[in-house]
């Protein structure tokens, strides 16, 4: 193998700057030529691949986003889009690609390695940490903390009103920000998709806090909570309890997905990239790289989004235990 490519897709997540960084030196040590594809699999069909060097990722291990810009291609899920981008991988003579991002890019990837055989190997990058094969996703770690510090701050003026706080963190389908950054922030409640809470329940926990004499409260819930988003959550508790409580919606968004990756996160980045590197050199293809037990595991692209990775319900009972 001598040329290879790497890639950012789907949501951006702070540390795949850290992860491109040792994708291109750690190519390039090991006597490969590196490119860079522009715009994810969009990108690759549209032909926007450029060839890095070492200064090319020069100043950005400390950067949030992704230089190399990434999308959510449509086009990538049609045959002839899957055509196009393969032509164009063929006609530089690229070998090999490492391909950073989340579920849908590694949907994508067993796609295209199932109809041209080209070698990929994966790297986690996604806030959400709801990757079956590694333990922890690159950008997890900082998108907690920056959930983390806007909840410390909510929790002041929260406490300064007395007043109920509905705060929601992002996670479609999964909940592992919230039960991070809703223990960490001493959430007295935390809604996942994983587990099943109705309204009636946070209601008789309120409730009870408030018989407890707590006269402010923090609720943290994932979007993709089966009961609803924040607002709604506020909105039924409202109706169950009126006027009863203070209450105020704050949704966080994509302030989630920015700012400077955390040590953690450049750490597992670097780590994960060189790795990807030296499995593909190794002769891996279709899989993830990613850390288990602090070893470097591959696992099967299709493993990586078919099989749960369920959140521990020992985070599930904490959050009851510390909150009383
Ligand atoms: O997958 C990462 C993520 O940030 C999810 O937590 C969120 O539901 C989604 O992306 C938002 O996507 P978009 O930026 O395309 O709206």
Redesign the pocket.
Known sequence: MKKIAVFTS??DSPGMNACVRAVVRGGIYKGLEVFGIIRGYNGMIQGNIIPLQSHSVSNTIQKGGTILKSA?SKDFMTPEGRKKAFENIQKLGIEGIVAIG?DGTFRGAAEFYKEYGIPTVGCPG???NDLYGTDYTIGYDTAINTALDAIDKIRDTADSHDRVFFIEV???DSGYIAIACGIAGGAEIVMVPETLMDSDEVASILQAGWNRSKTSSIIVVA??DEEGNAQEVAEKIKTLLPNQFDIRVSTLG?I??GGSPTARDRILASRLGLAAVDGLLAGYKNVMAGVINDQIVFTPFEDTFQKDKPISQEMIEMVKILSI
Do not use: K, V, Y
């Open positions: 789907g949501g959510r989340g996604t806030i959400d992002m996670g479609r979007e993709g994509h989630q997905r």
